[in-house]
């Protein structure tokens, strides 16, 4: 059984340098979907931003998987800053989302993690500890994966995907690229 850490790309913002455009969200959701299938992962964990983070927790649920979503702050907050400030659609998905991993006891809010990039990088790292402890937890084989969707350009030292990436492979995980272009 596989475990997937996933973190990405938001959709761009309207003025932003193309990413992760708009119009590519029906073909990135079904480039997550199928890697959900084709390596017959039986959870996800990632955080739920508007763009990587809520198709894959979408594509996750409609394939029955365990979806583990991890914030950097109370819901609510994170609603604001990172989910409907590209366009309130991504607001029904998300609540969606937070209202059925709440109730399976899978949302898992960090206390203390600083402001800005600090906050999401440290969001990070718990997403790879939360899918390494999901895969040591069950008592049968797993493995963690890690997966980014994303346009493969780095966008500075501070580039979040770009972190992620760096910190799965230290840890030793196989690193698989989705891309948003």
Known sequence: MIVVALAGRRVDAGNALARFPAKRVPIVRD?????LIERKAAAIVCSAACGADL???SAAGELGLRRRVVLPFAPERFRETSVIDRGRDWGSAYDRVIGTVSAANDLVVLE???EGTESYARTNLAILDEAQFLAAR???PQTVLAAIVWDG???GPNDL????????RAR???VFEIPTL
């Open 138 to 140: 069950t008592g049968t």
């Open 172 to 174: 030793g995980l196989d």
């Open 112 to 114: 203390n993690t600083g």
């Open 153 to 155: 350009a780095v966008r």
């Open 31 to 35: 480039r997550v979907y199928a890697f």
């Open 55 to 57: 198709l894959a927790l």
């Open 161 to 168: 995907t770009a972190l992620f990436e760096a910190e799965a």
